[in-house]
């Protein structure tokens, strides 16, 4: 079974991590709502790895790209572009048999892909194929009509953004500073206190894939292994080397969409 470790102590990760516990033993489709760069392929990897089919196949399946290479205007992966040939109805069976399908930015499906998966994973006799669903949408996007219909069973998880479970920054810090630390040869690496309340007060638009971008950069630039503030970009030092401040709304353990899962 793969092993996926989510790192967050805030009371709102904690529910969210505890649902996902139970929902990942009673096998139902999951949406997952969160902002760029806030973990919803790391969480939907975790739903994965601790159910009955966390040694089976998890296929990632990039809808956006699936959508662009419909249209020619991107470079899309060699599995959105088989998708984009054969239909993805028709390859939902073979590749993710007995095991998770993930849709990754699930709201970009057209509506003509949309009904032709729904009637993949109900199936001809309208018994539903042996994969399971989980799929991901940021909050401004709206849910496609398949996962819309009665004969799914799908729940709704919600997923902060980093600025609404500011406690786990030190953590998450930590983290990063541990793994990239190693992988730069940068042993021991720390970040000053003075430089952690900057990460701490920086309001993280590009949530924690952002914060794990910029500790990367100063673990590489840092001083013997010892982080400062004129190590931190300018924009998170901000004017005169002041932080950034910008008041978020509390997210506490009862967040939209937790409460039906306790």
Known sequence: MESITIRGSHPVMRAILSAAERIASADVGVLIVGEKGTGKELLARHIHAMSPRGAQSF????????????T??????????????????????????????????VSALEPATQERLLSSLLGESGEKVDVRLLAAREPADAVPACLASPGLALIELPLPALRQRRSDIPVLVTHFLDLYGARHGVGGCVVDTEAMVHLWQYDWPGNVRELESVIERVVVLSHNGRVYTADLPPHIRGNNGKPRTTAAAPVTARAPGLAALR
């Open 59 to 70: 296929v990632r399946v990039d809808c956006q790209e699936v959508a662009d290479a419909r």
């Open 72 to 105: 020619g205007t991107s470079q899309a992966s060699a599995l959105a572009q088989d998708l984009n040939d054969s239909g993805i109805e028709a390859d939902l069976v073979v590749r993710a048999r007995g095991g998770t399908l993930f849709l990754d930015h």
